[in-house]
């Protein structure tokens, strides 16, 4: 276009350069129009949609599929933009390429949510050009596709399959010994090392040839209650997810190993307001409710009211339970402001207090200062280390159970520390 256009003033002053710039421009004009043609005719000649899950667990890439058929008898070029939710910041979200004559093809892609809630799809845009490349035609599907963001079924779904086929040591959860044998019979199956070897039954090796052992559960359904902090504490963001979204993975993780387990799954939140229960039960039905109670649990920027708490569970909790509580103490001085009510709790309850190392002082704690600046951060890195390992003990001493853990390995540790107290017999 610009070479037409100095030929037009060329043409100006020399009449020769004048009749090559309408020859050029009339050669342009007809392939404009035989481009148009190509491209307009036979009316809708793309056919696309994008395939969303019916939800998006948070925390997980998730697939998004883009189909896309067309019925054009030549090579097209393609460039497919996705509108995504605005949760994702996410402008420039195009995929570029070309597509062989009449053929259908599948473009996926993976997206990772950080918030729970709705999100809302745009449309899927399609710009086709022809092998002239003069034009481009833009077709629209799919407007306004909602779908809802959940917390983290896919790892839920990780946890239970692998506990299902007893291989949860793969994912790193401990294989412990049970000590004594407070349970009824439940099956006869091969030995595992680390089994209890009083558990061998001789007879049944005796005709197997392996050694076999017997497998025992619980004689009742024990009773576990998630509680979560929903104050500022767990507002603070690791890795894109807040703390509050890493305790409500993990609520759910923990609440579908013990319905599978055959004990009872509850949950309670509470905030500067009041507190909310999903009673425990034992029906695997129950962990809808969870799920859908979890989905909207939200911080609400306040201190927590640990006092409205233990009056709440005194009222609503009347038999001995095994309780993990969510929070984050900052300083050992946090901590002690609420020890008494964590006390009250453990005497009539098997309280688990669970908070966070703050990953970003591990970075530090394992740099090498090189200036003054750098060695008094450190120093100051160094206290506050030293203060989580304090508020353990200090829990440890006044009978509190703790996990002090890095968030993404919260849901692992928790159900670590579920298997070894439902080892011990503790619950």
């Not at 420039?92 to 053929?103: I, M, R, T, V, Y």
């Not at 009056?311 to 050992?332: D, P, V």
Request: charged share 25%.
């Amino acid at each position: 276009m610009g070479s037409v256009c100095v030929l037009f003033v060329l043409g100006y002053f020399f009449p020769v350069f004048g009749a090559l710039a309408k020859i050029l421009l009339l050669a342009l004009a007809v392939c404009m129009s035989t481009d148009v043609l190509l491209l307009f005719y036979p009316g809708q000649a793309v056919e696309a949609s994008r395939e969303l899950p019916k939800r998006l667990s948070n925390g997980d890439p998730n697939p998004i599929t883009i189909s896309l058929q067309h019925y054009y008898p030549f090579e097209i070029g393609l460039n497919i933009i996705d509108e995504l939710p605005f949760q994702f910041q996410k402008r420039d979200h195009n995929f570029e390429g070309s597509l062989a004559p009449k053929k259908r093809t599948e473009i996926s892609y993976k997206l990772t949510p950080t918030q729970r809630g709705s999100y809302s799809f745009g449309a899927l845009n399609i710009y086709v050009s022809s092998p002239l490349g003069l034009t481009e035609r833009r077709y629209r599907f799919d407007e306004e596709q909602e779908v809802p963001v959940y917390p983290s079924f896919i790892q839920m779904r990780q946890f239970e399959l692998y506990a299902i086929s007893d291989r949860l040591q793969d994912i790193g959860i401990k294989k412990i010994r049970r000590i004594g044998h407070t349970m009824e019979f439940d099956q006869i199956r091969e030995y595992v090392r680390g089994d209890d070897v009083r558990s061998i039954n001789w007879k049944a090796t005796a005709r197997a040839g392996d050694l076999m052992v017997n497998q025992y559960r619980d004689e009742r359904s024990q009773q576990m209650y998630s509680v979560i902090d929903t104050g500022r504490v767990m507002k603070m963001p690791f890795e894109g997810l807040q703390l509050l979204d890493y305790a409500i993975n993990s609520s759910l993780a923990i609440s579908n190993i013990a319905l599978t387990k055959q004990d009872k799954a509850g949950l309670i939140t509470f905030g500067d307001q009041g507190c909310k229960i999903i009673p425990a039960q034992k029906k695997r039905t129950h962990l809808y409710n969870i799920q859908e109670a979890l989905y909207n649990v939200d911080t609400d920027f306040m201190e927590s009211n640990f006092n409205r708490l233990l009056t709440f569970m005194h009222s609503k909790i009347s038999q001995r339970s095994l309780i993990l509580l969510y929070t984050n103490f900052q300083t050992i001085e946090s901590m002690k402001r609420k020890l008494p009510i964590l006390q009250q709790l453990a005497s009539k309850h098997l309280l688990v207090s669970i908070f966070f190392v703050n990953t970003e002082l591990d970075d530090l704690l394992q740099s090498t200062p090189e200036s003054e600046e750098e060695i008094y951060i450190k120093t100051i890195a160094e206290k506050f280390n030293y203060e989580k390992k304090g508020i353990v003990k200090m829990l440890n001493r006044h009978g509190i159970q703790t996990i002090l853990t890095r968030p993404q390995d919260l849901s692992i540790n928790t159900i670590n520390k579920y298997l070894e107290l439902k080892a011990r017999g503790l619950i």
